[in-house]
């Protein structure tokens, strides 16, 4: 596929809500360390994937359940960990033995009680936010109320060290908590400025994002943005937020993304902030109910992806079934030729399978390199997948990045139906409602974990593929769920959030 853009009008629609399950699917002690490998303070997001917390070399995996009981609190809510290694990620009933660990607001030092429905781990991200050389953990809590004020939000960080998470934490929430706020329904993390060499902390709310910076101790806010503008006026909600240097100025940019029910919640739109001596507002972009960054021409610039679960106005088009659209990096950040996206669907030339209405292909994206051939590949879930009877099973893509952009030469698709993948595709699974690609093993090749949180009644089970020098192997593959890490099980959600 030529790197020619599909343009796409900006119209609004009557209001439905068909799509809008798959946009709202939404502890123990640390172990000995391996030897410390503490990595260089700060960094800017997709360039540097910012998540290993013992700075051992070997990326992390944190996954939220948001839903979790935790002492007998119904979606309190809890947050996992896999540490790296040799042999990547692995869980207590591996062999040899996975490194684990589970927090919550229960566990010793970890700020604040564990309360009914505040949704610990409803969002994850982390960055190096005290500048130590060890990534840290940003664990987003929605519902959490403050005093008597309910909903405001409240996000906590567990620090990085040579031991791990948990040697010490501290939480944080807006400057004047608000009611149904919500602050923290989404985080995020990465150096956007050279006023310290740490990363900071962006949070988003029913308002937009606020970005917090770590200063003599203490995280303070430094700037407030806005949610981007829909082109008819309407009410913009929160979805979620990105990072990446797009414009090649070694600091890391935001995107700052939206969803209307004017545009029955499937038509994502984002707000472009470039990183610096301070935010500059570059553009509002088409998309962005799920994005993510990562250079997928190899040029040197991070590219944006965004997904959008396909409105009425998108299959009127022909855009049958879910898209993704890519926004390549450049001198004036991410920008598509003519200022348009190149939008991809299932029934683009080479792309596996027929797009059909409700697949929601597009609902989560991931990008990293996934054959360790220096050009950034696109993992895309789409958990509204029908396969055969069985409706909402859920499948997941990989498209390869190139010189020439994002192609289909190569692109793979997995469902649970797939030789060598465990378990069996079942109606409402929605498989691939989270996709995320990280390098556990360090070999330069990012393996997939993709999680169906409404698995199993809602428990929630995630699913790990390895990689090889042509790309995602079914071969190897294994799931796990929360039970497997010693965390709670039933109606958790487990995989409702993985750490980009």
Request: glycine share 18%; net charge negative; proline share 5%.
């Amino acid at each position: 596929m030529s790197r020619t853009p599909r343009t796409i009008r900006r119209t609004g629609t009557s209001a439905a809500v068909t799509a809008a399950l798959f946009l709202l699917l939404t502890g123990a002690a640390v172990l000995a360390a391996p030897a410390s490998y503490a990595g260089v303070p700060g960094g800017t997001g997709a360039a540097d994937r910012n998540n290993d917390f013992n700075g051992d070399g070997y990326a992390d995996v944190l996954i939220g359940a948001p839903e979790g009981r935790v002492d007998g609190k119904a979606g309190a809510g809890y947050v996992t960990v896999q540490y790296g290694a040799p042999n990547g990620i692995g869980t207590n009933t591996s062999t040899p033995k996975g490194r684990t660990a589970v927090f919550s607001q229960s566990t010793p030092g970890v700020p604040g009680t564990s309360e009914a429905w505040d949704g610990f781990g409803h969002a994850v991200a982390s960055g190096d936010i005290d500048g130590d050389g060890y990534d840290d953990a940003i664990i987003g809590a929605p519902g959490e109320a403050e005093g008597t004020v309910a909903g405001a939000g409240r996000v906590t960080v567990l620090y990085g060290s040579a031991q791990g998470l948990g040697t010490r934490a501290g939480s944080f929430t807006a400057p004047t908590p608000t009611s149904g706020a919500r602050f923290g329904a989404a985080v995020a993390a990465a150096r956007f400025s050279s006023a310290t060499p740490n990363d900071d902390i962006a949070v988003l709310d029913e308002d937009g994002a606020q970005v917090f910076t770590l200063r003599q101790g203490r995280l303070t806010r430094t700037a407030r943005l806005a949610l981007p503008q829909h082109p008819e006026g309407h009410r913009i909600q929160p979805a979620g937020l990105t990072t990446g240097d797009y414009d090649k100025d070694g600091f890391a940019d935001l995107v700052v993304s939206g969803f209307s029910q004017a545009d029955t919640y499937a038509q994502g739109w984002s707000a472009v902030y470039a990183g610096g001596a301070s935010f500059t507002h570059l553009r509002d972009l088409r998309g962005g109910t799920a994005s993510a960054s990562g250079d997928i021409d190899k040029d040197g610039y991070d590219d944006l992806v965004v997904g959008q679960v396909s409105s009425p106005d998108d299959e009127a088009e022909g855009l049958t079934g879910g898209l993704i659209g890519v926004y390549y990096g450049g001198e004036d950040g991410p920008v598509g030729e003519e200022g348009a996206a190149q939008w991809w669907t299932q029934n683009s030339a080479g792309v596996p399978g027929v797009g059909r209405h409700g697949d929601a292909w597009g609902a989560d994206v991931s990008v990293a390199d996934v054959n360790g051939d220096g050009y950034a590949d696109v993992a895309v879930g789409a958990p509204g997948k029908d396969l055969g009877n069985e409706a909402d099973a859920g499948a997941v893509w990989l498209l390869r990045g190139a010189a020439g952009g994002l192609t289909a030469t190569g692109s793979q698709s997995f469902d649970q139906n797939t030789a060598n993948i465990p378990g069996t595709a079942e109606a409402e699974d929605s498989w691939g409602a989270q996709v995320r690609l990280v390098d556990t093993d360090a070999d330069g090749r990012a393996e997939l974990v993709a999680a169906a949180p409404v698995e199993n009644a809602g428990d929630g089970v995630a699913w790990f593929l390895p990689a090889g020098p042509s790309g995602l192997l079914a071969s190897g593959s294994w799931s796990f769920g929360a039970g497997s890490l010693g965390a709670p099980v039933v109606g958790s959600r487990y995989g409702s959030a993985i750490d980009e």
